[in-house]
């Protein structure tokens, strides 16, 4: 199994803090300066990375009122619309895409893309991105993944409706073109997603199925379906990401705010620090707490001869006499000499 993989010199793995990445999508609403913004917001909050959608409204789909190309009217976001007007309003325009990138690294914040056709891989090579996402939708399409993986980089896989045979095809895919740099994303492609439909379980499957590093791709609402999934080893969670959630854009109303991404950063990463180590036993800063156990004392002040009952020795803190379990054992023997209260019973005593 893949034990780490490097993206833009951050170590990711299970050895590592989470690594988070900051989802624009949409988010931008239209605006270049409210996306520039939102790079900058996700690097004060501490994520790792930012993340765009590198597609057109002609990339993706085709403008058609076809009713293949309609969302259910039921739809809990876009109920009714078709995919060319929803590409439209949410595509990041590829005039954008360098400042940017200009801007990320002037935040000091790593940015990349999920690319949706060759021509957006091509837009991406030129601006050195260090990394592709390979969004659930295009899990099936092997020829973009074996496209973006032959470039090197790592490569992060969304499972979000995909079986155990459309996730192998898709890594064995990745690693045809001799590229192990591989995280596969637990996912649940819905918008926003029921944290009862997030089966988190399946994390550490999929690390064991595959070989490679796991992560989650949230899109409940709140942050702690990406610290359960820490819990369960992911070392990557992706979560979407808005300047304010009633303020537009087609996925804020299920994306973090900024103090929201800030409380993601760290309870992750807390979540992972209680990881430890599979072992059982006194931690280490636990040795102070180990002084007070409770044990065998003489709690008043006895003399030669004395018989010891419960009215001179008990169990109470703290530890530095015979353990509690041992009264029976010496209850009704003799005191062998005068003993002051406050002693810790020892064998010796009787």
């Known amino acids: 199994m893949t034990r780490?993989?490097?993206?833009?010199?951050?170590?990711?793995?299970?050895?590592?803090?989470?690594?988070?990445?900051?989802?624009?999508?949409g988010n931008h609403d239209g605006s270049l300066d409210q996306a520039l913004a939102i790079v900058r917001m996700a690097a004060e909050q501490g994520a790792d990375a930012v993340k765009l959608q590198t597609y057109t409204p002609q990339t993706i789909t085709i403008d058609s009122d076809a009713p293949d190309f309609r969302l259910s009217q039921d739809h809990d976001l876009w109920g009714g619309r078709t995919l060319w007007d929803l590409y439209?309003?949410?595509?990041?325009?590829?005039?954008?895409?360098?400042?940017?990138?200009?801007?990320?690294?002037?935040?000091?914040?790593?940015?990349?893309?999920?690319?949706?056709?060759?021509?957006?891989?091509?837009?991406?090579e030129d601006l050195g991105t260090p990394a592709y996402k390979i969004a659930s939708s295009?899990?099936?399409?092997?020829?973009?993944?074996?496209?973006?993986?032959?470039?090197?980089?790592?490569?992060?896989?969304?499972?979000?409706?995909?079986?155990?045979?459309?996730?192998?095809?898709?890594v064995d895919a990745a690693r045809s073109t001799g590229n192990d740099q591989i995280v596969v994303l637990a996912c649940t492609a819905n918008y926003p997603a029921d944290p009862s439909e997030s089966n988190l379980r399946g994390i550490p499957v999929m690390a064991d199925a595959f070989g490679t590093?796991?992560?989650?791709?949230?899109?409940?609402?709140?942050i702690g379906a990406a610290v359960a999934a820490v819990a369960l080893g992911a070392c990557v969670v992706e979560k979407?990401?808005?300047?304010?959630?009633?303020?537009?854009?087609?996925?804020?109303?299920?994306?973090?705010?900024?103090?929201?991404?800030?409380?993601?950063?760290?309870?992750?990463?807390i979540g992972w620090q209680c990881l430890g180590q599979a072992r059982i036993g006194a931690r280490q800063q636990e040795k102070?707490?180990?002084?007070?156990?409770r044990s065998l004392y003489v709690v008043t002040d006895v003399a030669a001869g004395d018989i010891v009952g419960p009215d001179n020795v008990r169990s109470i803190r703290p530890a530095n006499g015979i353990a509690p379990e041992e009264f029976s054992r010496v209850e009704g023997r003799t005191f062998q000499h005068d003993v002051a209260k406050g002693t810790a019973f020892t064998w010796d005593l009787v």
């Open 4 to 25: 780490s993989i490097t993206l833009a010199g951050r170590t990711i793995g299970p050895n590592q803090k989470p690594y988070i990445i900051a989802e624009m999508s």
């Open 138 to 170: 295009e899990i099936v399409d092997l020829p973009l993944i074996r496209l973006a993986a032959s470039k090197g980089k790592p490569i992060i896989i969304s499972t979000g409706m995909a079986s155990l045979q459309e996730i192998s095809a898709a």
């Open 213 to 222: 590093l796991v992560g989650y791709s949230d899109h409940t609402v709140g």
């Open 88 to 124: 439209t309003e949410a595509h990041t325009p590829w005039a954008w895409h360098a400042p940017i990138f200009e801007e990320a690294h002037k935040a000091g914040i790593t940015v990349f893309s999920s690319p949706f056709d060759p021509t957006a891989i091509d837009l991406l």
């Open 240 to 269: 979407h990401v808005t300047m304010q959630r009633d303020g537009g854009g087609v996925d804020s109303s299920f994306s973090s705010e900024p103090a929201e991404l800030a409380s993601l950063v760290q309870q992750t990463e």
């Open 288 to 293: 102070e707490g180990l002084r007070f156990r």
